[in-house]
């Protein structure tokens, strides 16, 4: 008697219950469904997507209670609303599925699932590329030289680093201070960092319709609070004016920041499970937006 046999009987004897038989192409079946879910569970975690659907779930929250105490009225609206909200889904996700089909398309599938079993708890970023980061922003700071510098985190910036010129060079001062250096190719845009390495220059970013921006702020800051409004990137802003420092985050921007508070903010993102990092660095700098 197989293993299988014996749950059955058991399950049979004891409960009344008994286990539908089981082919090799049901397990194989089960497998790829299991692939098909954890695959998507990926992009939503990989992509705005993911904020959109904590919301999601919060609606599809607030329906079960509906349900559990027979409130009629709000189930016959939820149930009217379904396939409008599946087509709505599906406008509002346009862009992030567009590009996971073309990804899916140039890369394979089952190297980039094995990839995110391959995630570890490790640091983003290393201790020099955090130093040289740091320094290169007060060095362009004290000339008055313009940068938009994103540090991406658990969203991938994919979409946006498409808009820009291919990098993939290793971080350094040097390398930052030349990208931005006045009047040259690469100055104009936003360079997205990802781990140790400089990945993009000369990126278009989403620019911020917040009315809580103050007015004394261009067009850098206003698309540093843009990109960190549809992901959790991280965006360190260089003033060309003033050469003042600033950072956003969750649409939220710290002006005026020291050296030390900016190796502060770096060092609390270093961590992937970091969290709250703007509340904490806020006595370190000025707020410029909306904290709501």
């Known amino acids: 008697m197989t293993f299988f046999e014996e749950i059955d009987v058991f399950l049979t004897d004891n409960i009344g219950f008994s286990l539908p038989p089981l082919h090799v192409t049901d397990v194989v079946e089960i497998a790829i469904i299991a692939l098909f879910i954890y695959a998507v569970l990926i992009w939503i975690k990989n992509t705005r997507a993911w904020m959109l659907f904590r919301g ?12 559990a105490f027979q409130m009629t009225t709000i189930l016959w609206l939820g149930a009217k609303m379904l396939n409008a909200s599946i087509i709505a889904l599906v406008v509002v996700f346009q862009p992030e599925l567009r590009h996971a089909l073309d990804q899916l398309g140039r890369r394979n599938f089952i190297f980039a699932l094995l990839a995110g079993f391959n995630k570890s708890n490790t640091k983003r970023f290393g201790e020099k590329t955090l130093t040289d980061l740091v320094r290169a922003c007060y060095e362009m700071g004290a000339v008055k030289t313009g940068a938009l510098i994103v540090v991406e985190q658990d969203v991938q910036l994919s979409e946006y680093e498409m808009t820009g010129i291919e990098i993939g060079a290793v971080l350094s001062r040097q390398l930052l201070i030349n990208i931005f250096e006045k009047n040259t190719p690469l100055h104009d845009g936003a360079v997205i960092v990802r781990g140790d390495k400089v990945v993009a220059a000369t990126c278009y970013l989403p620019l911020s319709d917040s009315t809580n921006i103050s007015k004394d702020l261009g067009t850098r800051h206003r698309a540093a609070v843009g990109i960190s409004e549809v992901s959790d990137a991280l965006t360190i802003v260089v003033s060309e004016e003033t050469g003042k420092v600033s950072v956003t985050r969750d649409g939220k921007i710290i002006r005026d920041l020291s050296q030390e508070g900016l190796a502060d903010i ?27």
């Open 56 to 67: 999601l779930l919060l609606i599809v929250f607030f329906f079960a209670i509906a349900a």
């Open 266 to 292: 770096l060092k609390h993102i270093q961590k992937p499970d970091a969290d709250g990092v703007l509340s904490r660095a806020t006595k370190k700098g000025r707020s410029g937006a909306d904290e709501g």
